[in-house]
């Protein structure tokens, strides 16, 4: 599976958007973008996955380039409880389900 | 239940004591993993299970550590003669099927603490 790049840690104000980005340079034309989190204490909690469209539900969004080497989770209005780690992992449609976690984003929210 | 439920919560043993864990995944989930994640750092994959069975056994550090899955249903986990460096939390995640569409659910985690 292609490894991800993030950012090792970034801000974000309270109510506002927050974007995380993920780079998947080697991604293949099999490899779905999976994004997870992770609040202190608790196990991983999934949040979307996508392709090639940008996906959306009630937690985030998803934006993937067109040519599939980056993506962008979009939380749009942060709360306090949106504070925790995130993970972007590529998984192929060949795998069986095994995650590779990297060591992800740790996203604190601010009042 | 709702969720993949795992116990104990916390575990304190003393090092070259065996130790077991156990996973409840959601019901009618065939799939079933478990990972460890050491303090600060990333998830690292341990065992897979389909159904009873487990296809690949990879991930398992040592010789001391096995896992076996009853019923297509609960898993244990177990560690025997602990050393200092098995401490950790062992998570446990379950999907409905291996296949790539299904997402993991994971349980809260076993602390496991060998001193």
């Known amino acids: 599976d292609a490894k991800t790049t993030q950012p090792t840690s970034m801000d974000c104000a309270e109510g506002r958007a927050a974007n995380l980005p993920c780079n998947h340079s080697t991604i293949s034309g099999n490899e779905y973008v999976y994004w997870y989190r992770q609040i202190h204490s608790q196990g991983p909690q999934y949040i979307i996955h996508g392709l090639k469209n940008n996906e959306t539900n009630e937690m985030a969004s998803l934006i993937i380039t067109e040519d599939r080497k980056s993506s962008t989770l979009i939380l749009p209005h942060a709360t306090l409880r949106d504070t925790a780690v995130y993970y972007c992992?590529?998984?192929?449609?060949?795998?069986?389900?095994?995650?590779?976690f990297g060591a992800g984003t740790q996203v604190v929210v601010t009042p | 239940g709702a969720g993949v439920s795992q116990s104990p919560s916390n575990k304190v043993t003393e090092k070259g004591k065996d130790v077991e864990l156990r996973c409840d995944p959601i019901s009618g989930h065939t799939a079933l993993y478990w990972y460890r994640q050491s303090l600060g750092q990333g998830l690292e994959f341990l065992i897979y299970?389909?159904?009873?069975?487990?296809?690949?056994k990879s991930g398992l550090p040592s010789d001391r550590f096995s896992a076996e899955r009853t019923g297509g249903s609960v898993s244990t986990l177990t560690i025997q003669r602990t050393q200092q460096e098995d401490s950790a939390v062992y998570l446990c995640?379950?999907?409905?099927?291996?296949?790539?569409?299904?997402?993991?659910?994971f349980g809260p985690g076993t602390r496991l603490t060998v001193t």
């Open positions: 995640a379950s999907t409905q099927t291996a296949l790539f569409r299904s997402e993991q659910y």
């Open positions: 992992i590529v998984r192929s449609t060949d795998s069986w389900g095994k995650f590779q």
């Open positions: 299970f389909q159904g009873n069975s487990a296809p690949d």
